[in-house]
């Protein structure tokens, strides 16, 4: 790799991390240089904007939580087993999260009234993949008869993704992982009980 690629990569690692931890309007240029130790002209030597960095930085921070789901799911073969599968990724994010921060999909969302026009569009990006995950998993799961046909698929994903997110956004606000672990053992005796 060469090495104006690397720093680049650098930049955007970094740069992914600070805006999951103090957002984007509260991360100035000035944080992006203590955090990547380059001069403003040397961030501008990559990317034109602040913008163009934020959009890079959160495809970044997407690709880390895709690859959390994508290892997740290896070798899970069963819906339920899927589903089970996405909903115990959350366990990880106190202890271990894919970037520094909370979940930079619930992040985005929170932030996205709040952005210039170019990043409005990406805040949801996210959130709609993983819904998509598990309405793909739900409805496979209704049509091979591992969950009741009449299981509403769409209204369990929104249910599934609003108690992880929520949960998450309580445990780090508490310090405290117990509220996910809740959530998470809720969820689970529902997939494995109730659909």
């Given amino acids: 790799m060469s090495k104006a690629k690397e720093t680049k990569e650098k930049i955007i690692k970094q740069a992914a991390e600070l805006f999951n931890q103090q957002g984007y309007l509260g991360s100035s240029v000035s944080d992006i240089m203590r955090a990547t130790g380059l001069k403003k ?5 990559y990317f034109q904007s ?8 959160f495809e970044f921070a997407y690709g880390c939580v895709s690859q959390r789901y994508r290892d997740a799911l290896k070798g899970k073969r069963g819906a339920k087993e899927r ?16 970037i520094q921060g909370v979940c930079p999909l619930l992040n985005r969302c929170i932030e996205k009234g709040t952005y210039t026009p170019r990043l409005t569009g990406t805040g949801t990006r996210g959130n709609d993949c993983l819904a998509a995950v598990d309405l793909s998993n739900l ?5 091979k008869g591992e969950f009741s046909p009449t299981v509403e698929a769409d209204g ?3 249910i599934i993704i609003s108690t992880l997110e929520g ?10 992982s117990i509220h ?3 959530a998470v053992k809720h969820l689970s005796d529902y997939i494995e009980n109730n659909l």
């Fill in 41 to 45: 002209g040397g961030i501008y030597n």
């Fill in 50 to 57: 602040k913008d163009e960095l934020a959009l890079q930085a």
């Fill in 83 to 98: 589903l089970q599968a996405i909903v115990s990724v959350f366990l990880s994010y106190m202890e271990n999260p894919p």
């Fill in 139 to 143: 409805e496979k799961g209704i049509a």
């Fill in 156 to 158: 369990v994903a929104t």
């Fill in 167 to 176: 949960s998450l956004m309580m445990s780090k606000l508490y310090g405290n």
């Fill in 180 to 182: 996910l672990e809740r």
